[in-house]
């Protein structure tokens, strides 16, 4: 939605915005398949999840604090930066759905993404000894995102 403003309006911040998903959905990817790897060896995949992502939330903070204010949403430093806490944001929606499924969620409207990113992943390679369900949900939550983004859309050009 704030893309389709971004260049209804022209102003800057388009290319951060288009970047933000794919690289969500990479990162939701990468960390399923890391946790099955280091769930595997018998690492503590959650504490090593929890880790990276106060690492990235650090590394985020510091080019915000480097860079910034970003007069240029667009600019190389405001997308590095904002990219690296979109990272971070994709290893905290995974590692809840992946390692504490049971307990409250702590983020809403990422949640159907993560859990695609993730059904995908397990298709690329699952983790042992489990059943994955990735097959009944891919479709439609693959289609309740595709009709989101599509509303969006249409929304900001009308």
């Avoid at 699952?126 to 693959?142: D, H, I, N, W």
Wanted: net charge positive; hydrophobic share 55%; glycine share 6%.
């Amino acid at each position: 939605m704030t893309l389709g403003a971004s260049l209804a309006l022209g102003t800057s911040g388009a290319l951060a915005k288009m970047l933000a998903l794919p690289i969500f959905c990479a990162v939701v990817i990468a960390v399923r398949l890391q946790s099955t790897v280091l769930s595997n060896r018998h690492w503590p995949a959650l504490e090593l999840l929890i880790a990276l992502k106060v690492l990235l939330l650090i590394i985020g903070a510091a080019l915000a604090i480097q860079f910034g204010p970003f007069h240029d949403a667009d600019s190389s430093q405001a997308v590095l930066s904002g990219m690296v806490l979109v990272a971070a944001m994709a290893i905290q929606n995974a590692f809840h759905r992946i390692h504490l499924g049971s307990a409250p969620p702590s983020t809403l409207m990422t949640g159907t993404t993560t859990q695609v990113m993730i059904d995908l992943a397990d298709r690329i390679y699952a983790p042992k000894g489990t059943e994955s369900q990735s097959g009944a949900r891919l479709v439609p939550m693959s289609t309740n995102i595709l009709i989101f983004a599509i509303g969006c859309c249409a929304a900001a050009l009308l």
